[in-house]
């Protein structure tokens, strides 16, 4: 979702930042981008320690999410170029469409929302859907058998090398995207305007 729908990085930040703050944890910007994507007893664990009381790690994570969508209502956010285009074209030729991603669901209601992707999208799933996070595939095969179709017919979309791997793990084809460290994927842009108008299509037509 964020890095390949839309950018609310910034907002992540921001809640981090005042939810630690009030904890008295000091992380600085380069320890954000490092763990950014991750479930948040992951990231807590590194910040603060691998010995931190899992209450405690889920207080100040739950804290972070309330933080973090207000903010995000507040402010809104642009799709990513190409990112609207993309969702609509698949919809209009008929592929089922799904977010999965290592978030909560209440925040990818809330971007769905704000985008107005909200009726494109048949199916989403977060954080609390899967036990194993990115890279391993459980996420997305979990999407594909909501929108009940075969991994080898699905085109994941990922901004992250965790993300391009879970897929590739998944047995589906791979977008990567932006400037994160996804040479690993099948095809490789640096935006979603990049893609041809078969991209997608093309993707799939071996499988």
């Known amino acids: 979702m964020d890095g390949t729908l839309a950018d609310s990085s910034e907002y992540h ?19 954000f981008l490092a763990t950014f994507g991750r479930r948040n007893a992951e990231i807590l664990r590194v910040w603060i320690g691998p010995d931190v009381e899992p209450e405690r ?23 990513l170029p190409g990112a609207a285009e993309w969702v609509t074209a698949l919809r209009e030729q008929g592929w089922r469409q799904a977010v999965a991603s290592s978030a909560p669901r209440a925040n990818i209601e809330v971007m769905l929302e704000v985008l107005g992707f909200t009726g494109l999208i048949d199916a989403f799933l977060g954080a609390e859907d899967v036990l194993r996070g990115k890279p391993e595939p459980d996420v997305f095969l979990n999407a594909a058998a909501r929108l009940g179709v075969v991994p080898a017919r699905c085109v994941v979309v990922e901004d992250a090398a965790a993300g391009i791997e879970a897929g590739r793990r998944g047995g589906m084809a791979t977008i990567g995207v932006g400037h994160g460290k996804v040479d690993a994927a099948d095809l490789v842009v640096r935006s979603l305007t990049e893609l041809g108008p078969g991209a997608f299509a093309s993707l799939l037509g071996d499988r």
């Open 13 to 31: 930040w921001l809640s981090w930042q005042e939810v630690l703050t009030a904890e008295g944890v000091q992380v600085t910007h380069a320890d």
């Open 57 to 79: 790690a889920a207080r100040i994570g739950d804290a972070k999410e309330v933080a973090y969508r207000a903010l995000l209502r507040a402010g809104g956010v642009e799709p």
